[in-house]
Each structure stands twice: as structure tokens, then as C-alpha cells.
């Protein structure tokens, strides 16, 4: 999955599901289960789309609208936020 020309933006993704509280190991499991990889010309992009197809990256529309918010638990952070 690493050689994907999509693997970081997954990466990247899982990332800020992580920073959101949730299980990126989970969730991945979930959305490589969902259907068929097989197929896929890039298994990363098809990962990342089936994890938030909205394109936020789970997190809602940040300050620019092409840009998702930064998760809610490392805005509220005292150090990070």
C-alpha cells in the first residue's frame, strides 16, 4: 500500500482520524472490507475515498473551503491548538 501513488494522502488521513480520537487501524480494516481491492489502479486513493468520500477528511469544512477543520481534540489542546 506504501508504493501507492495515493499513500500520503491516506497517510495523512488516518493521521488526522487518529488526532480525532478514532482508531485509524479500525477504521481502515473497515474500509478495506467494505468491497473489493483488486481492481483498484491505486488501492491508496479507493482506501482514503471509502474512508470520507465528502473529501474532509472526516472533520468538516475548514477555514478555506477546499481544506478540512482541524480535528476538534488537537485544536482543543492546550499545547497544540
Known sequence: LSDEAAWPT???HLLLL???GENPVDALRA???????ASAHDRAAVLDW????SGLRNSGAGLLPW??????????DPHWG
Not at 474500509?31 to 481491492?37: F, H, I, K, P, W
Not at 471509502?50 to 468520500?53: G, H, P, W
Not at 481544506?67 to 482543543?76: K, N, Q, T, V
Open 31 to 37: 474500509a478495506a472490507g467494505d468491497r473489493e481491492l
Open 50 to 53: 471509502r474512508l470520507d468520500a
Open 18 to 20: 487518529g488526532a480525532a
Open 10 to 12: 491516506l497517510r495523512a
Open 67 to 76: 481544506m478540512p477543520a482541524i480535528p476538534a481534540r488537537l485544536a482543543e
